[in-house]
């Protein structure tokens, strides 16, 4: 086999049936199967990834969980129930636009072994709202490092991600406890090759109101936890487990990622009028931030603390038509 395509689904009803159709679209010249872990929806989803192995018995590998796992053992679970030689990512609620995309990283990952990992842009659609807009830029590196990716995060969405199985070996044991999983996948495949990254968009990423940071939100509340720059203290516990796991070899790369999420956290909290957390969150961000970076904070904390919210979405508002008119 030559490639298995992981694709993890919880309560996914809406988007499943667009996701799998991606990827049987697919040319190629290559065998390749779908492995699907369903993690006990409590919706229609396994209604309809059962029918869809019903239909392909040849192509789809269906794991159907006897109890909910959550998101990060069920991901590592279905990995290693993947016998390609690579594994393509695609969760449930994503979807593939170009079917000539395995194809393409196959190739590319195929003549090129000093690369362990490749991805590609892909466009985010927001559920609640019109917004379509790519994940990067034309000035996006095509190349990362280890370097690379330890400093300014991640080399791709989760949807994009081809890479050579098992190529680090065995997952470490606190991998399991993360709360997301594709940044630090990367980062263990770039121990062992670069990573490509191609500008073609080939894929959607969705941003909803049910995505896995509503389900990490739900996990924090029941154990008391506040739910407040959520994203932002999970990805800084990544940040100290990596800077861990290395010996403390990259501590100046990895200060650089958590000085971005404690300015991201700084600017979640004032948002929620809780100034002082804000500051402090700004501060610990300090070592990792450009001068002008941290007054850029400091002005939005002072701004939003001193103004009445509405004048401040005015603001938002008139930059965002000022930059859009350019």
């Known amino acids: 086999m030559k490639v298995s395509v992981c694709m993890i689904t919880y309560n996914h009803d809406k988007f499943i049936a667009e996701a799998i159709d991606s990827v049987l679209m697919q040319e190629v010249n290559f065998g390749y199967e779908l492995v699907i872990g369903e993690d006990c929806s409590t919706d229609n989803t396994r209604d309809i990834v059962v029918d869809y192995k019903n239909r392909y018995l040849e192509k789809i590998k269906l794991l159907l969980r006897e109890k909910n796992l959550g998101m990060m053992q069920n991901f590592v679970q279905t990995l290693q129930a993947c016998q390609g030689e ?8 994503d979807y593939w636009i170009s079917p000539h995309k395995l194809q393409k990283q196959v190739d590319f990952l195929d003549s090129h072994p000093g690369y362990s990992i490749c991805s590609h842009n892909v466009k985010i659609a927001h559920e609640d709202s019109a917004r379509v807009y790519e994940w990067h830029g034309s000035k996006h590196p095509e190349v990362y490092t280890l370097e690379d990716l330890l400093e300014k995060g991640s080399g791709g969405a989760t949807c994009s991600l081809v890479f050579r199985n098992r190529v680090f070996g065995d997952f470490p ?11 630090v996948l990367q980062i263990l495949c770039a121990t062992q090759g670069k990573l490509r ?16 940071f509503y389900y990490d939100a739900v996990a924090a509340r029941s154990e008391g936890k506040e739910t407040i720059a959520l994203s932002s203290k999970n990805s800084l516990q990544m940040c100290e487990v990596l800077d861990k796991y290395f010996n403390y070899r990259y501590t100046k790369l990895i200060q650089r990622q958590k000085a971005f999420w404690y300015w991201r956290g700084a600017m979640k909290y004032v948002h929620h009028k809780k100034r002082i957390t804000a500051m402090s969150y700004l501060l610990k961000a300090m070592p990792g931030l450009s001068f002008w970076s941290f007054l850029r904070g400091l002005w939005v904390i002072l701004l939003r603390s001193f103004l009445p919210r509405s004048f401040v979405k005015f603001l938002r508002f008139v930059r965002y038509q000022c930059v859009n008119s350019l």
Do not use: N, P, Q
């Open 86 to 93: 690579y594994i393509a990512l695609c969760e449930g609620d």
């Open 197 to 212: 990254y191609f500008r073609e968009v080939m894929g959607v990423y969705r941003k909803h109101s049910h995505g896995s």
């Open 173 to 183: 044991e606190w991998y399991h406890t993360l709360k997301g999983g594709d940044w």
